[in-house]
């Protein structure tokens, strides 16, 4: 792809664009960055961005924000420290913090490894953490190198503190003896040494050096003459401190130095990633869709973002949402209606949402959103006035459209505002219909603005043409800026000159003379308009019936869903009941047959009685409800995909994919996706079963009384059948096996694979 122009980008006002996106940004790189991000120039390059964008909303959906917000310019700071400059604390306490945060941003990013995109842009990120430890080690929180950063600079430092705490008390007590001489009891500094202020009248009754004096010369700021070796002392040592500071710098500038590049690479990912950061943020703002990269054009209720950002300014702005539906056939859409319409933010909608997507960024539309992918985005939009080259209009928007057609391809999008304006109409209507042609043949889509009736039967000659119009409410005689497709539009020009309040004996007179003239297409365009009008209504009242029955629908199933929900409460209790009062007779019954142990008989009578017990056990309990099948989806059915209500086209293939409508168009999406109004899910084939030594019980070699315990052990939840192996013999096992299942509360239906084995169905 050729890069976009940069009178392109001005035309559809892509600079504020990017002054919006700025804003998002957290670090001043990542801010300068945006203020002059470009779209991509290739396919893959754009699928890259908005796969990084991706990547951050998806972190941000699992509550994951990265913090940027300590990322500096560090670009200055590694260029002085490559020449072997000495690095201020500050500037080396940012290189830390830039360190520090990339580790932090990179074990975040890790946690999730399922997100490939960012995994991949940070996995080679080099955070010199040794690097990091020791600037931490050696320099403050305000940019100050610390006392542990080598023993002689504390050592240094702590004689420097012990000889001013000396200073001080020295001053102190001079002072106290001299306090009548003072100006007031005040120990300063002057030139980096202690002083005391002295009247200027008892300037001689303290030996001493005068360092400075008051403005009005009342005070003289004099340094004792005792304290002149101590003075002398500090000062060594602070400069000696300063040299060991220097040096602490100085190593670590060196340091620095050494791994430039690779931090310079930290510096650049983090700035990508909170460029990454910003346009998925914005893009979240705007209530943007990720736009897919294929034709044809499939906007719906797009919004121009720039509107959008004004209207957060100004709340009484009005921002129109419009349909872009351009079939694949279409090379160009001749928009028509009245001046102030909306026909020029028709064509700047386009063009600025193009490079959105391109730039990585979500469009401001309905989900899904696709386009196809432009080569260029070409553009004459504007009263293109040269007076350095002395070009008129109508030459500036010639000369510009000569360059277009010269440098469009085949996959390139052209946008062009009122074509052919600003010469003679007749002559302008030629001109027009023939660039408009040209571009047919040249581009892969053109949006046209126009005022000319001619250029609205195009389409009837060339199915390459569409018309659409902005819709006009004649009764307030203002634009509503809605979008009419297949309808071309009236120019309105004496209801607006009306509207802003042109002179009504004037209108009368440029009425009289329309009278006579052919107006046979502007009242067929009247009464497009009027069935249009009232086609939409029609369609707006059906659709809100549609969301009122389903309101109610939803109303009904949450009622019904109570309702089984409180029925299922009530047989738990049921069946809570019944076990306990099985759990006490059991108790009881085990009592009975602890105390006849002794006698056989007695023991057998007590254990039939369980066995009996057992069985108005499985008799009492309920069975499980059965579980929701699901639906068959049918062509032409109505089902639910993804929070919206479409039409079925196909039914699920191999792979469990279907087609359907959604309005206009036409998606493929997964079964699993898809259910019907009343929410149950498409019925899909059940897994296969497989026998497993888990699955199976073996009851071969047991008598026909020892089943039922056997089976009570055994069989639990958890697996979708059991085969129960119990040999084929005389057949008795086999019968007292079923018999038991038929009267399980959790046994649905059992068959019989092969004459030895019965497989039991659980349910529940």
């Not at 924000?65 to 310019?73: F, I, R, T």
């Not at 300063?242 to 602490?248: D, H, K, S």
């Not at 351009?326 to 700047?348: E, H, Q």
């Not at 958890?718 to 399980?744: M, N, S």
Request: with cysteine; proline share 6%.
């Amino acid at each position: 792809m050729r890069k976009i122009r940069p009178e392109t980008l001005e035309l559809l006002e892509w600079p504020q664009l990017c002054e919006h996106l700025a804003t998002f940004a957290q670090t001043k790189p990542g801010k300068r960055t945006a203020q002059t991000w470009q779209p991509a120039t290739e396919l893959t390059e754009a699928q890259q961005l908005l796969a990084e964008t991706q990547a951050v909303d998806t972190l941000t959906e699992r509550g994951i924000g990265l913090d940027l917000s300590q990322v500096a310019d560090v670009e200055p700071t590694l260029e002085r420290a490559e020449r072997g400059g000495i690095l201020s604390g500050l500037a080396l306490l940012e290189l830390a913090h830039l360190c520090h945060t990339a580790r932090q941003i990179r074990r975040q990013i890790t946690a999730h490894r399922d997100i490939n995109v960012l995994h991949e842009l940070v996995q080679h990120w080099s955070t010199q953490p040794e690097l990091e430890q020791q600037i931490y080690h050696c320099i403050d929180d305000d940019g100050e190198v610390t006392d542990r950063a080598s023993p002689a600079l504390a050592q240094t430092r702590q004689q420097c503190r012990q000889t001013e705490q000396t200073l001080r008390q020295t001053l102190q007590h001079l002072c106290q003896r001299h306090s009548q001489a003072l100006q007031e009891v005040l120990i300063t500094q002057r030139n980096d040494r202690y002083v005391i202020p002295v009247k200027a009248t008892h300037k001689d009754v303290i030996p001493g050096l005068v360092h400075d004096t008051s403005a009005s010369g009342a005070t003289y700021y004099l340094e004792p003459q005792s304290i002149v070796p101590l003075n002398n002392q500090w000062r060594i040592l602070q400069k000696q401190a300063q040299e060991l500071a220097e040096a602490v710098r100085q190593d670590l500038s060196l340091q620095v130095g050494a791994v430039a590049e690779p931090l310079r690479h930290l510096a650049e990912g983090l700035t990508r990633l909170d460029v990454a950061c910003a346009r998925c943020h914005y893009s979240l703002w705007l209530k943007g869709h990720p736009p897919q990269f294929q034709a044809p054009v499939q906007l719906r209720r797009v919004r121009h973002p720039l509107l959008v950002w004004q209207a957060q300014v100004e709340p009484e702005r009005l921002v129109v949402p419009i349909d872009l539906a351009i079939p694949a056939d279409i090379r160009v859409v001749a928009i028509t209606g009245p001046n102030t319409g909306g026909k020029t933010v028709t064509l700047k909608t386009l063009g600025l949402i193009v490079l959105m997507a391109q730039a990585g960024l979500y469009i401001p539309a309905a989900a899904p959103a696709q386009l196809p992918w432009f080569d260029q985005v070409l553009a004459d939009i504007g009263d293109d006035q040269s007076l350095s080259q002395n070009l008129s209009t109508f030459s500036g928007h010639i000369t510009r459209i000569n360059r277009m057609l010269q440098a469009a391809t085949a996959q390139s999008l052209l946008l062009l505002d009122e074509v052919g304006a600003g010469t003679d109409p007749t002559e302008g209507t030629a001109l027009a219909q023939a660039i408009l042609e040209t571009c047919a043949d040249q581009a892969q889509l053109t949006l046209a603005s126009s005022h000319y009736g001619e250029l609205k039967a195009l389409k009837y000659h060339d199915p390459r043409f569409e018309n659409a119009s902005v819709a006009f409410d004649e009764a307030t005689l203002a634009p509503t800026y809605a979008l009419l497709w297949g309808i071309p539009g009236r120019s309105q020009a004496l209801h607006i000159a009306q509207r802003l309040g042109m002179t009504p004996a004037i209108l009368q007179r440029a009425t009289s003379y329309l009278q006579g003239q052919p107006l046979a297409l502007n009242d067929l365009i009247r009464q497009m308009e009027q069935q249009r009008q009232e086609q939409t209504e029609k369609n707006l009242a059906a659709t809100e019936l549609l969301a009122q029955t389903e309101q109610l629908y939803q109303q009904i199933q949450r009622q019904a869903q109570e309702l089984h929900r409180q029925k299922q409460a009530l047989a738990q209790q049921q069946t809570q009941a019944v076990e306990t009062a099985v759990a006490q007779a059991k108790q009881e019954i085990a009592q009975v047959i602890q105390t006849l142990k002794g006698s056989p008989l007695t023991a057998q009578q007590a254990h039939q009685a369980s066995a009996s017990l057992t069985t108005i056990q499985k008799q009492h309990q309920p069975r499980p409800l059965p579980r929701p099948q699901g639906f068959t989806p049918q062509v032409g059915q109505r089902v639910r995909v993804l929070g919206q209500v479409g039409e079925v086209l196909s039914l699920p293939d191999g792979e469990g994919k279907m087609s359907l409508r959604l309005g206009q168009l036409r998606v493929s999406a997964s079964a699993r996706d898809i259910t019907s109004l009343d929410g149950q899910p498409v019925a899909l084939p059940p897994p296969p079963l497989v026998q497993t030594p888990e699955n199976t019980i073996d009851l071969r070699g047991l008598r026909v009384e020892q089943i039922a315990p056997h089976l009570d052990a055994r069989l639990r939840g958890g697996e979708p059948a059991w085969w129960i192996v119990h040999g084929q013999g005389t057949g008795r096992l086999k019968q007292a096996v079923q018999d038991y299942l038929g009267q399980h509360p959790h046994i649905h239906r059992w068959e019989c694979p092969e004459p030895s084995t019965t497989l039991a169905h659980w349910q529940g």
